[in-house]
């Protein structure tokens, strides 16, 4: 019976073994071991574009960066500044495939990219974040530039030349407009939501399948764009190539507001940026996609991250996107602060005193 009862412990033993082996046990992430998990958004998207740049940039140093793409959107910053876990694919509403958004990594986010704006803005409390507190422990590590413009533009055939006849003449049109800088725009020219609606028109976005619909039936669109086939400025590339568009330029007035109220510079749109595009138009721009952690993070990680950004500037020469690195602007955010490690470095090569 003994010797039974040994049998059966022996195969039980074995066989519990053996479903172990099918087990694989949660992988250990974090600074301290080396696989940082750094908060970004699509493969092509921008933050996500730099997100792999700061995981090349890294390797040399020993650091095997642990990308999660669906950290995005206005929930970026919150992510990293609360420590929070990566939002499941379920957050992947624009139906992206998954080699662009694969599975996140499965531990608390340590730091992330994003753009210089939304970091600011919760930093502050202000805009998107305004009625949430203040993210007092975000912290800068490297702000690399990247051109954005605001264009405005119709459909040729339309004889659209300035947004005022749409009000003037109640044209029931449909439009694309981006959150914020496009639909301040059209409210500038008495132009909201409902009235449009009301004259038989129409305002959507240009992401989800929604926009791809939008994409399809339009007649004016207000959005923003830079020199990049990415899935938050393609809409450009792709009506610009199937439409012929009248390119509209906006009062300066409204370009002084929209500078004040978004925080952004006077520019222009260079010739050429866009198919139809065969003038300067002036407009507002801005720049800046951010690295940034949280105050808590390892002086020598922060100091590690920016060290590798500058002496691999290389790698932004070959990006998805027009990234560029100046020295002169790459520890400058506002008010919100450098994290210590990464100023240490920057004193050491006297990009700040």
Not at 57 to 67: C, E, I, K, S
Not at 133 to 150: D, G, H, T, V, W
Not at 184 to 189: E, F
Request: charged share 20%; aromatic share 10%.
């Amino acid at each position: 019976m003994r010797s039974l009862r040994l049998t059966i412990g022996f195969v039980l033993l074995v066989c519990f073994a053996s479903l172990g082996a099918d087990i694989t046990p949660a992988q250990e992430l974090g600074i301290k071991v080396r696989k940082p998990v750094l908060g970004a958004a699509c493969k092509t998207c921008p933050w996500g574009a730099l997100g792999d740049l700061v995981k090349e940039a890294l390797m040399p140093y020993g650091y095997d960066v642990q990308v999660c793409y669906n950290c995005w959107r206005a929930d970026a910053p919150r992510i990293v500044a609360d420590a929070s876990m990566p939002p499941s694919l379920a957050n992947n509403t624009d139906q992206l495939p998954a080699y662009l958004v694969p599975p996140p990594p499965n531990a608390p986010v340590e730091f992330g990219v994003t753009s210089a704006r939304s970091v600011l803005q919760a930093y502050q409390g202000v805009g998107g974040y305004a009625n949430e507190k203040p993210r007092k422990n975000l912290r800068l590590l490297a702000n690399i530039q990247q051109p954005l413009y605001i264009i405005a533009a119709a459909k040729s055939s339309l004889g659209i030349t300035d947004l005022r006849q749409i009000k003037e003449k109640r044209w029931p049109v449909r439009i694309i407009a981006s959150a914020g800088e496009g639909m301040d725009i059209l409210n500038y020219y008495g132009l909201t939501q409902k009235s449009i609606e009301a004259a038989g028109g129409k305002v959507g976005g240009s992401g989800g399948p929604a926009g791809q619909e939008m994409r399809k039936n339009f007649d004016v669109i207000i959005h923003y764009g830079t020199l990049a086939n990415c899935p938050e400025f393609n809409v450009w590339y792709e009506v610009s190539q199937k439409y012929d568009l009248t390119y509209l330029d906006l009062p300066d007035d409204l370009l002084a507001k929209l500078a004040k109220d978004y925080d952004m510079q006077r520019g222009n749109v260079p010739i050429g940026l866009l198919r139809g595009i065969n003038r300067v138009i002036p407009t507002v721009v801005r720049t800046g996609t951010v690295v940034y952690g949280r105050d808590d993070m390892p002086d020598e990680f922060a100091y590690t991250v920016a060290k590798a950004l500058d002496e691999r500037q290389d790698l932004l020469r070959w990006a998805l996107l027009p990234f560029s690195y100046n020295w002169r602007t790459v520890t400058k955010l506002g008010d919100v602060p450098l994290h210590p490690g990464a100023a240490r470095y920057y004193k050491e090569v006297n990009f700040i005193k």
